[in-house]
């Protein structure tokens, strides 16, 4: 299994480009969720999803797109980047939604740069 | 709305000192609670889970419910200890379990 896969790893962009994060797992989770990483900010949730078809705003969703046409994908996108949008993105998925012990499991991160 | 406290930013220790990271929560239910590490150029993983009440690489939690913490304790630190600790939190009482983070600690453990 190869677990949650984000590409890119790395990312520069000019400002007002748009661009998709992607996103794949293989363990058949339900909830997938992207968050944003930020010095002294922590993990912050963009959005996420409790299953195909089905999509819901985080903490700072403004600027980012998402949808959810298949179990396995969930792909992030940058609508119009802005240079406050230059993070490390994770990607994240866990077992069920009903089931709330279960554990995140995190994607390597994409690392973005918008110039 | 939920919340998780982590009020130290950086946290240094020499090996073989105790160590604690403070992780306090705010939520009106109740918690599903969680410790996640991020050890350099690895991807975050999870440490520990109160549910489980278990010990993991000699690290654990409690869950206080009357102090609203769940502080992550290790009686003797070693060097590869040293990484970024996130508390995290879920929503038990809802239909999304959204995982809510702390603005997490960076741990270094001094030889």
């Known amino acids: 299994n190869a677990g949650v896969t984000q590409t890119p790893k790395f990312q520069v962009l000019k400002t007002g480009q748009s661009m998709t994060l992607q996103c794949a797992q293989d363990?058949?989770?339900?909830?997938m969720s992207w968050y944003r990483q930020d010095p002294g900010m922590g993990l912050r949730l963009i959005h996420y999803?409790?299953?195909?078809?089905?999509?819901d705003q985080g903490e700072v969703p403004n600027g980012y797109n998402v949808s959810r046409s298949t179990t396995e994908d969930f792909p992030l996108r940058l609508l119009s980047a802005a240079p406050s949008q230059t993070s490390v993105y994770f990607c994240?998925?866990?077992?069920?939604?009903?089931?709330?012990?279960?554990?995140?499991?995190f994607g390597n991160g994409t690392r973005l740069t918008v110039t | 709305a939920q919340r998780v406290t982590q009020p130290e930013k950086l946290l240094s220790v020499f090996k073989g000192a105790p160590v604690e990271l403070k992780c306090n929560y705010s939520?009106?239910?109740?918690?599903?609670l969680f410790w996640y590490v991020q050890y350099s150029r690895q991807r975050l993983q999870l440490l520990l889970r109160?549910?489980s009440r278990e010990s993991i690489k000699g690290f654990t939690a409690d869950l206080n419910k009357g102090e609203t913490s769940f502080h992550l304790k290790k009686p003797f630190a070693q060097e590869e200890d040293s990484a970024m600790y996130y508390c995290?939190?879920?929503?038990?009482?809802?239909?999304?379990?959204?995982?809510?983070f702390g603005k997490g600690t960076l741990l270094t453990v001094n030889p």
């Open positions: 994240a998925s866990r077992a069920g939604h009903f089931t709330p012990h279960s554990p995140l499991h």
């Open positions: 363990m058949n989770h339900e909830y």
């Open positions: 999803s409790v299953g195909a078809g089905i999509t």
């Open positions: 939520y009106s239910g109740s918690p599903e």
């Open positions: 109160h549910i």
């Open positions: 995290a939190l879920s929503d038990s009482g809802g239909s999304n379990y959204k995982l809510t």
